[in-house]
């Protein structure tokens, strides 16, 4: 079955989906299970990626209030921050289970240069009793996107915030961009009718409607709260949050959106929701935290730009957008990566990117082959692409990067429209390609900080 599109737009916490989002999770699935045991003690270990650059993604927080029971699509971020605070002026810890532990942030033990073999992004949690008994153990892995599996697991466990049954079929099943092409082909619907097909399996088409709509509207209230905001950044870089800005003088320049300014509109829009993602504040995973602009801004620039867009026509557009990004970001999800830790940023970025670019495409009228070789236009560019956050921190160059990417997808998306969908390099050739970059790619190029900007560029 195809990754669900809720799955894919899940609503969590910055700074990284799967440096704060899949450990909070991670960490609230083991206090449920050892909720009802006599627990005096838990050790939290992070291994790889996340030890390398937990720290500045916030995972050791996310960690902390996971066990407390707090879940990404409800934490409140300010209310988890006194709450953060307060555990280090106390040194106590209250599970989700009642159970009190001591426990400080400091006392998580990081491993960056141990790789457990099934994922870089591994973390495992142990509880013991008042004898010093182990009573409880389980490793888990945050594989990208929030995401999260477990030793002894087979898949990742889904990240959707309903509780929705398990089935085992869809009326269209397609796992790479030849089926859902053929898929198409065969009834006549675009991609977007084939993603809604197979979520009505789980839902109703118009809970589809408005599960959909509400992600959009949490990515738009991500915007505003953040071109209300000023200063910098946490985290000691001291980098200045320039959404804030760059909006007074794009609504002074620009008051009636001529198409002249289109391109300074989505960098705002990007950079804005990526700057809200970097101080720790309410995102949409699209498809991770690190590239959680990208499709914000270029949905934006099709409501604002797309003349056969009206205003009645609006959250048809959204509907069709999110679930034709979807069904591309499926095939990512299931054939490659989108973990930046298993394969750079092109995992992270291009994906969205090319999940952009390819609902862009539907919405300018393209043909499923025009909308695969946007998909396959805005990958083929951001292959190689790699992860290397200075200081560890989703900042620089994380949110230059959505800005960049933004713009290519809808570039990606123009140039497909003006072709006829015919093309040399298939979206499957380039997902593979993908894949196998992200294998040959040095570890110190993928979320480690240890490579790339983050070693050339001074902290001070």
């Known amino acids: 079955m195809p990754v669900s599109v809720f799955d894919l737009f899940s609503i969590g916490v910055g700074p990284s989906s799967s440096h704060t989002v899949g450990p909070m999770r991670a960490a609230a699935a083991f206090a449920e299970q050892v909720a009802a045991l006599p627990v005096t003690t838990i050790r939290v270990d992070l291994y790889g990626s996340l030890a390398s650059t937990g720290q500045g993604h916030g995972t050791l927080g996310a960690v902390a209030a996971g066990l407390t029971g707090e879940q990404p699509e409800t934490v409140d971020p300010d209310a988890m921050a006194a709450a953060l605070d307060e555990l ?24 960056p240069l141990t790789m457990l073999p099934r994922h870089p992004n591994a973390m495992r949690l142990r509880a013991f009793d008042t004898s010093g008994s ?11 996107g929030g995401f999260i599996t477990r030793d002894g697991a087979d898949e990742p466990a889904a990240v959707s915030e309903a509780a929705i049954p398990v089935v085992d079929a869809v009326p269209h099943p397609f796992s790479s961009g030849a089926e859902l092409l053929a898929a198409c082909a065969r009834t006549g619907l675009p991609m977007s009718g084939i993603a809604l097909a197979n979520e009505t399996v789980t839902r109703s088409e118009e809970q589809v409607r408005s599960g959909l709509l509400g992600i959009h509207a949490v990515m738009e209230s991500c915007v505003d709260r953040s071109i209300r905001r000023v200063g910098t950044l946490p985290g000691g870089l001291d980098v200045r949050r320039r959404a804030a800005t760059w909006h007074e003088q794009l609504v002074r320049d620009d008051p009636d959106h001529d198409p002249l300014f289109a391109m300074e509109w989505v960098n ?4 804005a929701v990526n700057e809200e993602n970097a101080s720790g504040g309410r995102v ?20 604002t730009y797309v003349p056969t867009i009206t205003p009645t026509m ?3 557009a959204v509907v069709r957008f999110l679930l034709t990004a979807g069904a591309i970001g499926s095939i990512y999800k299931e054939r490659a990566s989108i973990s930046g830790a298993e394969v750079g940023c092109q995992g992270e970025v291009g994906s969205a990117a090319s999940m952009a670019a390819a609902g862009l495409a539907e919405l300018l009228g393209g043909t499923p082959e025009q909308v695969e070789n946007a998909a396959e236009i805005a990958m083929e560019h951001n292959l190689g692409l790699t992860c290397d956050p200075i200081g560890g921190l989703v900042q620089i160059p994380c949110i230059e990067r959505n800005a960049i990417a933004a713009n290519k997808a809808i570039n990606a998306a123009r140039m497909a429209l003006r072709g006829d969908g015919v093309h040399h390099v298939s979206l499957d050739q380039v997902v593979e390609t993908m894949r196998q970059t992200g294998a040959d ?10 490579g790339g900007l983050a070693v050339n560029v001074p902290l001070c």
């Open 441 to 450: 790619m040095s570890t110190k190029y993928k979320e480690t900080a240890m």
């Open 134 to 144: 182990e009573i409880a153990v389980e490793t888990y892995y945050s594989v990208g």
């Open 314 to 316: 609006r959250d048809d």
């Open 284 to 303: 949409v995973t699209a498809p991770t935290n690190g590239a959680a602009g990208i499709i914000p801004a270029v949905l934006a620039y099709a409501l």
């Open 268 to 271: 705002l829009t990007a950079m």
């Open 88 to 111: 280090e002026r106390t040194g106590v810890l209250r599970l989700s289970g009642g159970q009190t532990v001591p426990f400080r942030l400091r006392d998580v033990v990081q491993h």
